[in-house]
RNA sequence: CGGGGCGUGGCGCAGCCUGGUAGCGCUCCUGCUUUGGGAGCAGGAAGUCGGAGGUUCAAAUCCUCUCGCCCCGACCA
């Protein structure tokens, strides 16, 4: 490609509205421009990227054995409704009505369309297992869209549907895709882990999430210094067992006391007051779920995670209690909740069980009691695995450590089981000529998301440090003095020659100054740089400098186009 | 939806408090000089100051309403 004709606005000055460095560069290297807030224009650059991670998703898809299909974007409401999640969904779901008034959607997933093609089309366990997959724009009305690339409301995803005749077989279906997944990001060049995931309102019984490692992930995960646990912080469990039971005596119950705690609300504030540690205080919050009032118990020291709470619950949503709702139950401000007394389904975290002549609020203005007491003085109605992980809690698994970072999710794979084939009766028969439902998985790849991505992941202050695999252009070069014709003659011969290998060359024949191509090419990231200039042919060589090193090299022009080759393909290999 | 911030040539911003000729840098165009890390000089193009209403002799500036965008939170792949 020359530049000269191509279309590759870069800016030198960051663009106020972007916050994260991928999003900054994005726009300042020409691959995207914003149209409206989470709606982007893909320029030819960054589509050349965005074809790149599609064409490896492609290849790893296809030699897992799913087949490419493509369904529309506009869904009717019926199928929705079917499911359930026209209501579910809620308003991230783009509704519309079309000209017969007939409620649409714009398709922010493909279950639903899935599984009333395959319901329709697969009746004998002879069809089964089949996994079918699209690349295909998806809408999702993103309550606050954000970081670019990173959260969009229209944006390019890859939507996989597995379908089996039993467990095993979609065990197999997802171990699958959870290798072809690995493949996948690993050719793209990326540093990414795949971590234990909540399934979230795809639903299902289990997933994983493929996390890019970067600082600025929106995603917190934790995992294993020594086994091969990773979880989303959300996600992962706390390992608990029961502790030896209490021999020394030293547990007896005390009497319950009252304590006046005159404006002292947070647990800071009490635990100060008291002269007491974090551990010895029990945290009651109120919250809402789908219509019900319920109390979660957990120790001072820990939070709560709501989606474990959602999850124990077997709901579709919790929420915090607002100030009224708090003061209505507890007959007390926000800040002196306890358990004790509340005509309430009281659940709690399993370190609450432990506690002994523990701290808790009194239900009453400016009140603590002490020496609370399970059992004398409340009853837990269910107990359960409630709090977030924190650094000193040990590995769920094997018992050791555990570290925490930071994750960009660029793709999900679930278990979904039979939730969506039962309710939209996606049945077969089986050998015996019983009639079940189809065992489903789904598996996502956010491709735009995925280059943006690597970005945060490769990046240094001149601009992007793009993986080979999935840079616009795998070679530029650079000719300094558009009117030397040795200079010109020169790089159109290279750029020819591997042109001609099937290379993606960019050569910057723009009759611009040597400065701004350098700065260019730099904040492009194409992956190796070729200067030809005056000084150099002089003594009959040209520049190579690789993006990602420091250090550039002379080679002999003419044995440039060769040594070029050689340095993509050394690239690529060290890569795979 | 709650909190905060911002809308002024293509981009980044000043001007607004205290009303009175719409400005700066970059970009873009022309010419000359320059030419290995975002050149210099000279000339030039480009803005209904987000929109609507109001106050006023006079509004980018003050008031009211409204639309859009960004950030934090809630929420969510």
């Given amino acids: 490609m020359r530049y000269s004709k191509f279309f590759l606005p870069t800016h030198r000055e960051v663009p106020s509205e972007a916050e994260i460095i991928s999003h900054q560069l994005m726009l300042r290297a020409g691959l995207i421009r914003k149209l409206t807030s989470g709606i982007y224009n893909y320029l030819p650059a960054g589509l050349r990227s965005i074809r790149k ?74 069809q089964l297992p089949i996994n079918l997959y699209q690349i295909q724009t998806k809408f999702r009305d993103e309550i606050r869209p954000r970081f670019g690339m990173m959260r969009c409301r229209e944006f390019i995803m890859k939507d996989a549907y597995s379908f089996d005749a039993d467990e095993k077989g979609a065990e197999k279906s997802y171990e699958l895709m959870y290798e072809a997944y690995n493949n996948i990001f690993r050719r793209c060049g990326l540093e990414f882990r795949a971590v234990e995931a909540d399934t979230g309102s795809i639903g299902g019984s289990f997933s994983h999430e493929f996390m890019v490692l970067a600082k600025t992930g929106e995603d917190q995960i934790i995992n294993c210094s020594k086994c091969d646990y990773a979880a989303n912080l959300e996600k992962a469990e706390v390992k608990w067992e029961p502790s030896e039971p209490d021999t020394s005596g030293d547990d007896k119950m005390e009497p319950i006391e009252k304590v006046e705690t005159p404006n002292i609300k947070t647990v800071e504030e009490v635990t100060a007051f008291l002269s007491i540690s974090p551990e010895q205080l029990v945290k009651t919050l109120i919250f809402r779920s789908n219509g019900d009032v319920i109390a979660a118990l957990v120790r001072g020291d820990h939070e709560i995670n709501e989606i474990k709470l959602k999850n124990l619950l077997g709901t579709e949503q919790v929420e915090l209690a607002d100030s009224e709702l708090v003061t209505e139950i507890t007959g007390a401000p926000m800040g002196f909740a306890g358990p004790s007394g509340l005509k309430l389904k009281i659940v709690a975290d399993h370190a609450v069980k432990e506690m002994k002549n523990f701290v808790t609020g009194g239900n009453k203005q400016d009140l603590h009691l002490r020496n609370v007491n399970m ?115 020169a790089a159109e011969k290279i750029y020819e020659e591997l042109s001609e290998e099937g290379l993606d060359v960019l050569i910057d024949d723009r009759d611009m100054r040597a400065g701004i191509k350098f700065k260019d090419a730099d904040l492009i990231g194409t992956p190796i740089r070729v200067t030809l200039g005056t000084r150099n042919l002089k003594t009959g060589q040209v520049e190579m400098k690789i993006r990602a090193e420091s250090e550039s090299l002379l080679i002999p022009l003419q044995d440039a186009s060769r040594v070029i080759k050689e340095k993509v393909k050394e690239l690529y290999d060290s890569i795979k």
């Avoid at 064409?55 to 898809?61: C, G, L, T």
């Avoid at 837990?380 to 590995?395: H, K, M």
């Fill in 375 to 489: 059992e004398r003085d409340f009853q837990v109605d269910l107990f359960g695995d409630l709090r977030t992980i924190t650094p000193s809690d040990a590995c769920p698994r094997c018992g050791n450590g555990i570290s925490f970072g930071r994750g960009i999710e660029v793709g999900h794979i679930f278990k979904l089981g039979t939730k969506y084939s039962e309710t939209m009766d996606a049945l077969f028969l089986d050998q015996q000529g019983a009639e079940k439902p189809i065992i489903m998985g789904c598996y996502g790849i956010g491709v735009g998301r995925t280059v943006a991505a690597a970005i945060e992941q490769n990046h240094d202050d001149e601009g992007i440090i793009f993986p080979i695999p999935i840079a616009p252009f795998e070679v530029v070069i650079l000719p300094l003095q558009m009117h030397e014709t040795e200079v010109l003659e």
């Fill in 53 to 126: 991670v599609e064409k490896i998703v492609r290849e790893e898809m296809n030699r897992a054995g799913a087949i490419e299909l493509l369904m529309p974007a506009v869904q009717p409401a019926e199928l929705w409704q079917e499911s359930g999640r026209w209501e579910y969904y809620g308003r991230e779901l783009l509704r519309f009505k079309d000209r017969h008034n007939h409620d649409a959607c714009l398709g922010p997933t493909h279950e639903e369309v899935i599984t009333d093609l395959v319901r329709k089309e697969i009746h004998s366990y002879k």
